[in-house]
């Protein structure tokens, strides 16, 4: 009978602290002409290398509104964030699962099979923040400073209570998690019907 | 071949009940402006062909899937037949392009035809046409490609339909979009026949 109530606690409190931090996510983005872009981050792009074929993009959230430049460079796909004045944000970039550190994925990993019933890995982004030279040189010479913090974030298909939707996760670079956003798909009853 | 040119204008309904269960109502009617039986003869004169309205209901089977069962009801001139309808629709995903895959089966009754089955397969592609994705005030492109098989009274039929649509979304609820639904059928007994319908579709 304690061992019963023991587990119907520790769910109640799990389902608890899974439904307060699943906020969901909005965001919208249009496409940008690179002559509308802040010149700061244009030039910072430059710096990373100045003939990459960057796609800039306009990104509106319900809190803020953003510049993001994507390109490929030595084979990653990288993401620049700015923000309306050109300062720079972050720098994320797409990577597989085994590129995660033992120790912090088996971590990450855990905490997934306790929020959920059955998960699946959409998406895995490494996202850096620093100042603009620690920034340069991690993108350029795979080099992190002590300065730079360092995230993951995970898009994935998560199952619980027998709900599967979409969710958007930052983990910081101990495994432990920042924050989980449901993701709000878009219609599809133009392409269905 | 025979080809035949015409307007096709649907609206859609769509409403979501709950998590797992959405309903979709849709009207259709199409209406002939060009025919070309023969080489020798081509008219443009109107004709009204036949009107659909069909019910629809969807019961989400996964992440991006869903079952969908149905009828529609289709008001010609000179008769009335009831289609049943069965899909199982799911969606996948190729960088930036959205694709929904539909496969579907249906059986068209009739008092004075013989029951028609037909078993479908088609994919529609959307490419939003600013940005990775499509954003209210945005304009997109979809194309359709569809195969369609149908038996009636043993006789075997195979049609293909090609269907560019561009998009504009309106707001988070509407879409419109405009399209040339091409359709290529009676292959099997060599009366090949092209229809072309310029469709004008409103998604509410």
Not at chain 1, 6 to 30: G, N, P, R
Not at chain 2, 139 to 155: C, H, P
């Amino acid at each position: 009978m304690n061992t019963l109530i023991i587990i119907l606690t520790v769910s109640f409190l799990l389902l608890f602290q899974f439904d307060l931090k699943a906020q969901q996510k909005y965001e919208s983005e249009y496409r940008m002409k690179s002559e509308m872009i802040p010149k700061s981050a244009k030039q910072f792009i430059d710096l990373i290398g100045p003939d990459l074929n960057v796609k800039w993009y306009k990104e509106i959230s319900l809190n803020d509104v953003s510049f993001e430049a994507k390109f490929k460079h030595k084979k990653k796909q990288f993401s620049v964030e700015f923000d309306t004045l050109g300062i720079l944000q972050d720098v994320e970039f797409v990577i597989k699962k085994s590129e995660i550190a033992p120790k912090v994925y088996n971590k990450i990993k855990g905490k997934l099979d306790s929020l959920y019933h059955k998960w699946k890995f959409q998406k895995i982004q490494t996202h850096y923040t620093g100042s603009n030279n620690d920034l340069i040189t991690s993108v350029n010479k795979n080099k992190l400073s002590d300065e730079m913090k360092v995230s993951y974030e995970i898009v994935l298909k998560g199952k619980a209570l027998g709900n599967t939707q979409l969710y958007e996760i930052t983990f910081n670079d101990q495994g432990e998690i920042q924050n989980i956003q449901q993701i709000v798909q878009d219609k599809a009853d133009h392409l269905e019907y | 071949m025979q080809t035949r040119v015409g307007l096709l204008p649907t609206v859609n309904y769509n409403q979501k009940i709950n998590k797992d269960w959405d309903i979709n109502f849709r009207f259709e009617s199409r209406h002939f402006v060009f025919e070309n039986n023969t080489p020798e003869s081509s008219n443009f004169k109107y004709d009204y062909s036949l009107s659909d309205i069909s019910a629809l209901v969807a019961r989400k089977a996964g992440l991006n899937s869903k079952f969908v069962v149905g009828v529609l009801t289709r008001f010609e001139p000179d008769a009335v037949t009831y289609r049943t309808i069965q899909q199982f629709i799911f969606q996948t995903k190729i960088k930036s392009f959205r694709l929904v895959h539909r496969i579907a089966t249906d059986q068209t009754f009739s008092s004075n035809e013989a029951t028609e089955f037909r078993l479908r397969y088609r994919v529609s592609a959307e490419i939003p046409l600013s940005g990775q994705k499509l954003d209210v005030k945005e304009f997109y492109f979809k194309f359709n490609t569809e195969v369609l098989n149908g038996v009636q009274d043993n006789v075997y039929d195979l049609e293909f339909r090609l269907v560019p649509n561009i998009g504009y979304v309106i707001n988070e609820q509407q879409k419109i979009e405009l399209g040339l639904d091409n359709r290529l059928d009676s292959f099997i007994d060599n009366q090949t026949r092209l229809i072309s319908w310029i469709t004008i579709n409103w998604f509410l």
